[in-house]
């Protein structure tokens, strides 16, 4: 049908809106960076843009063309908040690596993303050293404050120094363009990675800072995300901060509670974001020494990538007078999918009612649609007791994977994403979590792999069969269990089974509990029942802590 056409600017949304912006207004205000060595950096947002202009003119130099992708294996520091701008800005890919993964994870990343350039702190080399030869970029650049780089890679300082501010272009013809790029493990099978479009960027760091349904972020905060920069863009942290002129505190590898409670005392922290377990941390050396640390600058602390306790949301609140923000999210979600905060049609409740409401995984963020469906793909009414699985959709919603065709039933026919979570909404449109379809394991935030620990276990040859579930635990949420079945006559202890494991995968992926039983669960597809053995062996059908 033919329609009458508005009249509006094309406006491109790309990060040099962000850019041009920041710089234009809030020159002034402070990038704080809590070094390696525990000195405390100072900059601001025109000498980050300054540095990020002479390293997009210095990799143009050397050869990166738009769309190449440039990894960055980092903690949290200025010059990540260099390369988050620097990078995209002349029309390249940042490509946030996790530091955490095994090296065997880490090599398929690379060449998955066949990355042209890859920017490696000076601590964080002992890792990416030794798999130097099964990386394909053509140069590894250190990232330090100017000692020499060693034989073989490149100097960040001197890099910056290279560049000259007037050959600095934005490269960036499209906003549908790739901006940036994140592998996560939260799926069934190898990693996949979310390739962020600039459009998608602006409009999630808009959201981000929305009053209504995002964060609320405004430019009189100071905001520190604990969590890394290598998390899903740092939950959008570093951007919406940079529009909103609000000042950043990154507190790079320093990430024990100690340290962080010390640079939020000291730099006047209005707001922080990360997974429960470096909550349970804080809270805990909060109780021990209420006296010690001055937490009254923050106005709350942000806390998603799993349910957090309701004890830990209200010893925060009731014994050092700190608001948490409860938040659901993905990595296909740019992260920010929903948001809990009680709404005035709350503001007559009692206290049990507004805790209850505030321990939900919230409403959607404005711009994010929900729904959720049943295994016959019939859609489920918003009653709070209807359990289905969760779909969005929204401008910052993956349609896709990057080169991975395998993944298209995670992507609906009509537009929507399978998320794998399985909630029920209620009439409100507050959405809870009550399990996952996915195999996996969530431990401190970061995802193991339930099905490549099991195959693994499978090759010992003591088992005839093994199948790995979480079981909750208090401080890293949930813990890997390893059920098995031993071949006639054979016995096996956990230890056996650690040191089987250990040259294969990161030791945080290690099983904590090992239960040797006479058979697994099976579905009549011969698939494992884990709901089943977990109500076996946990004696609760559900993942819920
Ligand atoms: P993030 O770093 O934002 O957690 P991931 O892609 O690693 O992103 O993990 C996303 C998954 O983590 C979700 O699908 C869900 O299973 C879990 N998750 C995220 N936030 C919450 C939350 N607030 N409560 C419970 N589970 C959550």
């Not at 143009?60 to 620097?86: C, K, Q």
């Not at 040191?499 to 698939?527: M, N, T, Y």
Request: proline share 6%; aromatic share 8%.
């Amino acid at each position: 049908m033919a329609y009458l056409e508005g009249l509006m600017i094309d406006y491109p949304l790309d990060v040099g809106a962000i850019w041009r912006r920041t710089e234009r207004y809030f020159p002034g205000k402070a990038v704080v960076s809590n070094l390696p060595d525990r000195t405390i950096h100072r900059s601001t947002y025109g000498e980050v843009l300054d540095r990020a202009a002479r390293l997009g003119a210095a990799l143009i130099e050397l050869g990166v063309e738009p769309g190449d992708r440039i990894a960055t294996v980092m903690w949290n520091s200025y010059h990540h908040l260099e390369l988050y701008f620097a990078i995209p800005s002349i029309g390249a890919v940042l490509h946030t690596v996790n530091l955490r993964l095994h090296p065997q994870d880490l090599s398929y990343i690379f060449n998955h993303a066949d990355d042209q350039i890859v920017f490696v702190d000076r601590t964080v080399l002992p890792l990416i050293a030794p798999i130097r030869d099964r990386i394909p970029a053509r140069e590894i650049v250190v990232v330090d404050e100017g000692e020499p780089a060693p034989p073989g890679f490149l100097s960040y300082q001197d890099l910056v120094q290279s560049g000259s501010r007037a050959r600095f272009q934005f490269r960036i013809e499209d906003e549908r363009q790739a901006a940036a790029l994140c592998y996560t493990s939260g799926t069934t099978g190898r990693p996949k990675g979310v390739l962020y479009s600039h459009r998608s960027t602006v409009l999630h760091a808009l959201g981000v800072t929305n009053a209504e349904g995002g964060l609320g972020l405004v430019e009189s905060d100071i905001v520190s995300p604990m969590v890394p920069m290598f998390h899903v863009n740092g939950w959008g942290l570093p951007w919406s901060a940079s529009l909103q002129g609000a000042s950043q505190v990154l507190p790079g590898r320093h990430l024990d509670p100690t340290s962080l409670l010390e640079l939020f005392q000291s730099e006047r922290v209005t707001i922080t974001a990360g997974v429960p377990t470096v909550w349970f941390g804080i809270l805990k050396l909060l109780d021990e020494a209420p006296e010690r640390y001055d937490v009254s600058s923050l106005r709350y602390m942000l806390v998603g990538g799993a349910a957090v306790p309701a004890s830990v949301l209200r010893g925060f609140w009731e014994r050092h007078r700190v608001r948490m923000i409860h938040a659901w999210g993905m990595t296909e979600t740019s992260p920010l999918g929903s948001v809990s905060t009680a709404r005035s049609d709350l503001a007559d409740a009692d206290e049990e009612t507004r805790f209850a409401t505030i321990l939900t995984q919230g409403q959607a963020t404005p711009l994010v649609e929900m729904r959720i469906r049943d295994d016959e793909g019939r859609e489920l009414p918003w009653d709070g007791t209807s359990q289905g699985e969760l779909e969005v959709r929204g401008p910052w919603v993956a349609r896709s994977y990057y080169r991975d065709e395998a993944a298209v039933d995670r992507f609906t026919d009509d537009g929507w994403f399978r998320t794998g979570d399985l909630v029920t909404l209620d009439s409100r449109g507050y959405m809870t979590i009550q399990d996952r379809s996915k195999d996996v394991i969530k431990s401190g935030g970061e995802w193991i792999s339930s099905v490549a620990l099991e195959n693994a276990i499978m090759g010992h040859p003591s088992v005839m069969e093994a199948a790995v579930i979480g079981m909750p635990d208090p401080r890293w949420v949930e813990r890997p269990l390893a059920v098995v079945v031993l071949k006639p006559g054979e016995t096996l202890t956990l230890e056996a089974v650690r040191e089987f494991l250990r040259p294969h995968f990161a030791s945080w992926w290690l099983p904590d509990r090992l239960e040797v039983v006479e058979a697994i669960p099976h579905s009549a597809a011969g698939k494992f029942q884990k709901t089943e053995l977990r109500r076996l062996l946990l004696g609760t059908a559900e993942r819920r802590s």
